[in-house]
């Protein structure tokens, strides 16, 4: 069994797309943010961004995963490396979501 869970900041307003008369798919990124001191006792920093992809009938939370709000993710790791239009060698990795908290409060 493959599972994720990640706690981060969604970094854009989530877009709906339709996949056909009963399936959509919502898409958001999130910043999940990492700080730690290195041996010299120096803080270090480091965001790393993750696709997320929420199949869902229903697209109704798809409102409420805006910008800025703080979330829990957890569903199952999908990685894939590939080579990009300049040659250079790339992974990406996105999860496909079972399951959303909200962690700051939505917005009004």
Known sequence: MKK???IGNIV??????TISQDKNVINFDVAVNETWKN????????????????WRQETGIAQYL???NKIYVDGNPDAEAYINKD???VAS???N??????LSPKKS
Do not use: H, P, S, W
């Open 12 to 17: 854009r307003d989530a877009e709906v797309k």
């Open 39 to 54: 041996k010299d006792g120096v803080k270090q920093e480091k965001t790393t961004y993750v696709k997320c992809a929420m």
């Open 93 to 95: 990795l996105t999860i």
């Open 87 to 89: 040659g250079n060698a």
């Open 97 to 102: 979501v079972n399951e959303v908290i909200f």
């Open 66 to 68: 805006t910008k800025g």
């Open 4 to 6: 994720i869970q990640i």
